[in-house]
């Protein structure tokens, strides 16, 4: 089993930015992908993005540009930097791994853009 534990969400002005981390315990051997979902009230959970074990990254198109994902795979940890926040971007923010054939998700932190 792994324990995804995010952190870095909060209340913020558009135009301004967030950071969200997310730390992975646990069996945590043979994680590959990590990232970061996000779902907004009525809305399906969608993909935000997506970082390798490799380094190779994957952004959802409305957040190109503006969010930077990392990761460190020494600490087991997830970075989602984001900038330019607008009021589209509020919703739950969840954290992902995948290990072998298994998916794994954090308990979401709540970031929400006023305008």
């Known amino acids: 089993q792994v324990q995804l534990v995010e952190s870095g969400g909060g209340l913020v002005q558009a135009g301004g930015s967030l950071r969200l981390s997310c730390a992975a315990s646990?069996?945590?051997?043979?994680?590959?992908?990590m990232g970061w979902y996000r779902q907004a009230p009525g809305k399906q959970r969608e993909l935000v993005a997506l970082?390798?074990?490799?380094?190779?990254?994957n952004y959802v198109d409305s957040v190109k540009g503006r969010f930077t994902i990392s990761r460190d795979n020494a600490k087991n940890t997830v970075l989602l930097q984001m900038n330019t926040l607008a009021a589209e971007d509020t919703a739950v923010y969840f954290c992902?791994?995948?290990?072998?054939?298994?998916?794994?998700w954090g308990q979401g932190t709540q970031v929400t853009v006023s305008s």
């Open positions: 992902y791994a995948s290990q072998l054939s298994k998916n794994y």
């Open positions: 646990g069996s945590i051997f043979s994680i590959n992908a």
């Open positions: 970082i390798s074990r490799g380094g190779r990254t």
